[in-house]
Each structure stands twice: as structure tokens, then as C-alpha cells.
């Protein structure tokens, strides 16, 4: 294979570079490469929320529940070799959701807001490749790898990079049969911080909520790649100061036409008015 030249990008004989790519350069970084990623669309149904002790007598009174919102607290991402299979590799995340609720008492019409911890496991497997060297920077502190075990090699992982959107919260009903037992794997102690208190172990009634997703999982590395360089991203426009003058401030914004003179339909968006009602009279 013939060495290319970092001063120029390689061109094949007999062509010029366009005008725009005559000062163009290739240079070396390091970045990370993405190597396998997957997406999904994922429905959790009947997951069993837990309460600190405080919102679990709530619970316990409710009559009834509504779910407002579901939110990602964190998520404990790990990755593993999977056997037999070289370069592909199982992601296992776990995510910690708050889930907000209101709950109804008997004889009561305002309803009380409380808060309780929903967990999801997912597992995906993606091709990571292979890699046995190892990296140390200078900006970086000492950090001693573990001694291999019969368990355990010295295969270099590749990083796992979770994505997922904020939560839709579907529904929730209440359960009063009993209280689901707390998972057997420590909640992280964030969570717990999360929450202000431990999780209750005992009560007289339960909830379930379904929730829904979009997860986006990747494995990467760290390699060295040649990319064309144009220019140094040197700013174009200067950084002008704002007035803390309210009436200025107020005088930049636009006159809100649609909010006295409602746009006409498009003719698709009128279709979807367009029903026949199956009412009789």
C-alpha cells in the first residue's frame, strides 16, 4: 500500500480539486467510532413503582390514581464479552425512572401529587470489534487495571453510549392486593438521594405504570482517523451585549399576526376534519 502524505489529500492521477477543496488538508485525530448502534421503540407496561414511606400511607388511603409525568433519574450501563462470538458484545442497561402521580382519596376532590421509583432492564447485543491495547494521556490520572482471573480476561471493552428521550407517561392503576416486593440488586444510592428516603417494604396497596421509550444504543472506540480540514472554526460574527433595558427587549419582538389573524388550513390538515358521525337523533 503506497504511504499517503499528511500535507494533501490523496486524489486519484488525472483529476483536480475543485476550487473550494484547493487549500483543503488531511489531518489525524482521534475520535470515536461507532461501530454498531440500534434503536428502539419499547412500551413498558405493569412496572412496579416503589415510595418512600411517607407517599406509601398516601397510597395506602388512595382510591384511586393518574399518572402526569415520567422522567430518567440515570441509568446503569455495563458491557460484556459474549461468548463464542467474537468482536459482539452484550449492553446491559438499567434505568431508574420518577414517576409522578396524583392520588384520589375517598370523599376527597383535590388530589395529592407523590412520587415514586419505576426500573427497567433492557439488554441489547452489537459488534464492537476487537481491540488488546490500552491508551494512558497525560491528562488523566493513574488508574491500575485489575489482575485477570479465571473469570475474567484482559480484553479491552468498547464503550457503551445509551440515548434515550424524555418518557411518555401512559398510565397507571392502582393495585390493592399488595405491595411488589423491592428488586434484589442494590438501587444505586443517588437514587435513594433522589428520593430523600429509603423505599417502603411493607404496605396495603401498590401501583403499576406503563410508560413508553426510544432508546438509541452505540458501541464505540477510540481510533485514528484521517478527515479533510477546510479552516480553523474561526468566529464569523461578533458577540454583541444585550440590554437589560425591559422595553427594548420587548421592542425586538415580533408583532404576533398569527395570534389575531388565525392561518387558513391546508387542504390535508381540513381532511382530517372531514367525518361522517354515526349519531342517530
Same mark, same amino acid.
Given at each position: 500500500m503506497p504511504d499517503v502524505s499528511y500535507g494533501t489529500v490523496p486524489r486519484q492521477s488525472g483529476s483536480e480539486p475543485s476550487a473550494e477543496n484547493k487549500c483543503t488538508d488531511a489531518v489525524c485525530i482521534n475520535a470515536s /467510532? +461507532? %461501530?454498531?448502534s440500534c434503536? !428502539?421503540?419499547d412500551c413498558l407496561s405493569n412496572?412496579? #413503582? @416503589? @415510595? =418512600?414511606?411517607?407517599?406509601?400511607? +398516601? +397510597?395506602?388511603?388512595? !382510591? !384511586?390514581?393518574?399518572i402526569c409525568k415520567a422522567s430518567v433519574i440515570t441509568a446503569d450501563v455495563n458491557v460484556e464479552s459474549v461468548a463464542f462470538h467474537r468482536g459482539c458484545y452484550a449492553v446491559d442497561v438499567t434505568f431508574y425512572f420518577d414517576i409522578m402521580l396524583e392520588a384520589y382519596t375517598c370523599g376527597s376532590t383535590i388530589p395529592s401529587k407523590v412520587n415514586g421509583l419505576a426500573i427497567y432492564g433492557k439488554r441489547s447485543v452489537l459488534y464492537g470489534s476487537e481491540s488488546n491495547s490500552k491508551s494512558f494521556s497525560s491528562d488523566s490520572c493513574i488508574v491500575c487495571s485489575q489482575p485477570p482471573t479465571a473469570c475474567a480476561c484482559s480484553e479491552i471493552m468498547p464503550k457503551a453510549t445509551v440515548q434515550i428521550s424524555e418518557p411518555m407517561a401512559l398510565s397507571a392503576r392502582l393495585r390493592k392486593d399488595c405491595v411488589p416486593p423491592l428488586p434484589c440488586a442494590p438501587i444505586p444510592e443517588c #437514587?435513594? =438521594? %433522589? @428520593?430523600g428516603d429509603d423505599f417502603a417494604v411493607t404496605g396495603d396497596a401498590g401501583v403499576r405504570a406503563t410508560i413508553g421509550i426510544f432508546t438509541i444504543t452505540q458501541l464505540e472506540r477510540n481510533v485514528q482517523l484521517m478527515i479533510p !480540514?477546510?479552516? @480553523?472554526? +474561526?468566529? /464569523?460574527?461578533?458577540c454583541k451585549p444585550e440590554s437589560d433595558d425591559p422595553c427594548e427587549v420587548f421592542n425586538r419582538v415580533d408583532f404576533p399576526n398569527d395570534s389575531f389573524f388565525p392561518p387558513n388550513a391546508r387542504a390535508e390538515e381540513r381532511e382530517k376534519c372531514n367525518f361522517e358521525c354515526s349519531c342517530n337523533g
Amino acid at each position: 500500500m503506497p504511504d499517503v502524505s499528511y500535507g494533501t489529500v490523496p486524489r486519484q492521477s488525472g483529476s483536480e480539486p475543485s476550487a473550494e477543496n484547493k487549500c483543503t488538508d488531511a489531518v489525524c485525530i482521534n475520535a470515536s /467510532r +461507532i %461501530y454498531d448502534s440500534c434503536g !428502539s421503540k419499547d412500551c413498558l407496561s405493569n412496572l412496579d #413503582v @416503589f @415510595f =418512600t414511606p411517607c407517599n406509601q400511607c +398516601i +397510597i395506602n388511603n388512595a !382510591s !384511586s390514581v393518574k399518572i402526569c409525568k415520567a422522567s430518567v433519574i440515570t441509568a446503569d450501563v455495563n458491557v460484556e464479552s459474549v461468548a463464542f462470538h467474537r468482536g459482539c458484545y452484550a449492553v446491559d442497561v438499567t434505568f431508574y425512572f420518577d414517576i409522578m402521580l396524583e392520588a384520589y382519596t375517598c370523599g376527597s376532590t383535590i388530589p395529592s401529587k407523590v412520587n415514586g421509583l419505576a426500573i427497567y432492564g433492557k439488554r441489547s447485543v452489537l459488534y464492537g470489534s476487537e481491540s488488546n491495547s490500552k491508551s494512558f494521556s497525560s491528562d488523566s490520572c493513574i488508574v491500575c487495571s485489575q489482575p485477570p482471573t479465571a473469570c475474567a480476561c484482559s480484553e479491552i471493552m468498547p464503550k457503551a453510549t445509551v440515548q434515550i428521550s424524555e418518557p411518555m407517561a401512559l398510565s397507571a392503576r392502582l393495585r390493592k392486593d399488595c405491595v411488589p416486593p423491592l428488586p434484589c440488586a442494590p438501587i444505586p444510592e443517588c #437514587v435513594i =438521594t %433522589y @428520593f430523600g428516603d429509603d423505599f417502603a417494604v411493607t404496605g396495603d396497596a401498590g401501583v403499576r405504570a406503563t410508560i413508553g421509550i426510544f432508546t438509541i444504543t452505540q458501541l464505540e472506540r477510540n481510533v485514528q482517523l484521517m478527515i479533510p !480540514s477546510y479552516d @480553523f472554526c +474561526i468566529p /464569523r460574527k461578533e458577540c454583541k451585549p444585550e440590554s437589560d433595558d425591559p422595553c427594548e427587549v420587548f421592542n425586538r419582538v415580533d408583532f404576533p399576526n398569527d395570534s389575531f389573524f388565525p392561518p387558513n388550513a391546508r387542504a390535508e390538515e381540513r381532511e382530517k376534519c372531514n367525518f361522517e358521525c354515526s349519531c342517530n337523533g
